[in-house]
């Protein structure tokens, strides 16, 4: 039996930047985005087959080019040194990280110390740090005992990746509390981030399940949020980009009669569906074997 997590798969604002992509390959023949558009190598490789061109940093894009900011955002130096090239700049940064890039901007002018809880050399919390005015009014944190080294300041904000988990949030404020005359919080995790999380926890809670199935990207945040909670629930987790992986590690699924499945929000629904149909494919021949 295959018990799939409420919410799965692409969010709002991958989806929407993917779907970007893909309609402006039917304008143009090849596409631009600094860094991958999202943390899904197999969902990158379908869009690179399209037309999709993917470089390191702005300098590498050609003048004239048709560039799209990914979901993750990007510092307002690069987006305006490629307007003035001439580049072509379709702006898709999701909207909960438009958010946090409008509360860190906003927050360091009022004179607020900013505390970003993330992952520094995560493009999301580099785009953040790149709309704040005065860089030394920030720094990135990235758990509790970082927190607990963060000077005094008589003000401060608090502002998080989108991809972080809530209960971080809240035990990092409260450590924060003691480190300022004034602690602002803004919650600007992602509410597709707080559903996939809490549908985990659901999936195991309300389900006998004797594992789950854990699909999307290796490098992406939100995944591995997601396997986090799975394993601080005692779940037996396996983690797989795609069917091929699947079917490599077919033992781990020996033994397994009721299975739960998650995908991260950067996980396309074709990739779900190629993993659901190995398994019941894996399941469907262990069941002849014992006929």
Known sequence: MIIMAEHAGFCFGVKRAVDAISDALKDNPEVWTIGLPIHNPQEVSR???????????????????????????????????????GVDVEDMTCPFVRKAQEKAAM??????????????NHPE????????????????IAD???????????????????????????RIAGILT????????????CKATAQRQEAVRELVRNNHVDG??????????NTGKLRDILESEGVNVLWVEDEKETEANSGWLS????????????TPEWLIDRVKERISLIFARRQDRKA
Do not use: W
Request: hydrophobic share 40%; glycine share 10%.
């Open 47 to 85: 869009l690179e087959a399209m037309g999709l061109r993917v470089a390191g940093n702005d300098s590498e894009i050609p003048s004239g080019a048709k560039v799209l900011i990914r979901a993750h955002g990007e510092p307002l130096e690069v987006i305006e040194r490629l307007r003035a090239r």
């Open 107 to 120: 927050l360091s002018q009022e004179g607020y110390h900013v505390v970003l809880l993330g992952d520094k």
């Open 125 to 140: 919390i580099k785009g953040i740090l790149g709309h704040v005015s005065d860089k030394d009014s920030a720094q990135v």
């Open 144 to 170: 509790e005992n970082e927190a607990s080294c963060v000077n005094f300041h008589a003000k401060t904000a608090l502002i998080s990746q989108t991809t972080q988990r809530e209960e971080r949030l809240e």
């Open 178 to 189: 003691g480190k300022s005359s004034e602690l602002r919080v803004c919650n600007t995790i």
């Open 212 to 221: 789950v199935v854990l699909i999307g990207g290796k490098s992406s945040a």
């Open 255 to 266: 033994g397994k009669n009721a299975l739960g499945i998650a995908a991260g929000a950067s």
